[in-house]
């Protein structure tokens, strides 16, 4: 089983369009939980970090459930510019980044 | 104030070669990792480095190899490179205070034939 899961899409949906990820995480004492995104033939960039209440940045909302081990990002309002590869990321022991195989995101106009 | 900067951007070799790549982290930080991803994978965890040391290894042989300066900047080697090696290879760099957040270089896409 892989250390992070997440559905590899690809997810097409109109602009204005609410889309929802999800992830799944195998090692139950992980403390940290981050959303990356990545443009292709980009580098990833961090786009939040998750917290056990739940967080939002404008239109991002991202979710924590360690009783399931499941992490969610939804994006509300969808933009054209919200095309990319969105990527979630656990930190292993020792500071080590794990990352999901990632999710792709096409915005249709 | 410059970002993380990896040199070189592309890099072609064959088989049984050896590269090494190199990479310059953000003005403030001090620790180093080094990252290889795949085409349609996430990026793979190769090492860390801090106090020009390695700290942390992943599941990566031992022809991955590297080494970091006293001014912080770090280089990757690769020795007998096989095609599989073909991929970016990423250089994140983060600060002793937070080494969970992690800024990533541009990468250097890596073609081996």
């Given at each position: 089983?892989?250390?992070?899961e997440q559905?590899?899409?690809?997810?097409?949906?109109?602009e204005?369009?609410?889309v929802?990820f999800n992830?799944?995480?195998?090692n139950?004492a992980?403390?940290?939980?981050f959303?990356?995104?990545?443009d292709c033939?980009?580098e990833?960039?961090?786009l939040m970090?998750?917290?056990?209440?739940g967080?939002?940045?404008?239109?991002?909302?991202?979710?924590?459930?360690?009783?399931?081990?499941y992490?969610?990002?939804?994006?509300?309002?969808?933009?054209?510019?919200?095309?990319?590869?969105?990527?979630?990321?656990?930190?292993?022991?020792?500071?080590?980044?794990?990352f999901g195989?990632?999710?792709?995101?096409?915005?249709?106009? | 104030d410059?970002?993380?900067?990896?040199?070189p951007t592309?890099?072609?070799?064959?088989?049984?070669?050896?590269?090494t790549?190199?990479c310059?982290?953000?003005s403030?930080?001090?620790?180093?990792?080094?990252?290889q991803?795949?085409?349609?994978?996430?990026?793979?965890?190769?090492?860390?480095y801090?106090?020009?040391e390695?700290?942390?290894?992943?599941?990566?042989?031992?022809?991955f190899?590297?080494?970091?300066?006293?001014?912080?900047?770090?280089?990757l080697n690769?020795n007998?490179?096989?095609?599989?090696d073909s991929?970016?290879y990423?250089c994140?760099?983060?600060?002793a205070?937070?080494?969970?957040?992690?800024?990533?270089?541009?990468?250097?896409r890596l073609?081996?034939?």
């Amino acid at each position: 089983r892989k250390e992070v899961e997440q559905d590899p899409g690809p997810f097409n949906v109109p602009e204005g369009a609410t889309v929802a990820f999800n992830c799944t995480y195998s090692n139950s004492a992980s403390q940290s939980f981050f959303w990356y995104r990545q443009d292709c033939r980009k580098e990833p960039k961090l786009l939040m970090s998750v917290y056990s209440s739940g967080n939002e940045d404008g239109r991002f909302t991202a979710q924590l459930n360690r009783a399931s081990q499941y992490i969610s990002l939804l994006i509300r309002d969808s933009k054209l510019s919200d095309s990319a590869t969105y990527l979630c990321v656990v930190l292993g022991a020792t500071n080590k980044l794990i990352f999901g195989t990632g999710t792709l995101l096409a915005v249709q106009p | 104030d410059a970002g993380v900067t990896q040199s070189p951007t592309h890099l072609i070799k064959t088989r049984g070669q050896q590269v090494t790549l190199r990479c310059s982290p953000k003005s403030g930080h001090d620790t180093v990792s080094w990252y290889q991803q795949a085409l349609g994978q996430g990026p793979q965890f190769i090492f860390q480095y801090y106090e020009e040391e390695e700290r942390q290894r992943g599941n990566f042989p031992d022809r991955f190899s590297g080494h970091q300066f006293p001014n912080y900047s770090s280089e990757l080697n690769v020795n007998a490179l096989l095609l599989g090696d073909s991929a970016l290879y990423l250089c994140a760099s983060s600060s002793a205070g937070d080494r969970s957040i992690q800024y990533f270089g541009a990468g250097t896409r890596l073609s081996v034939l």
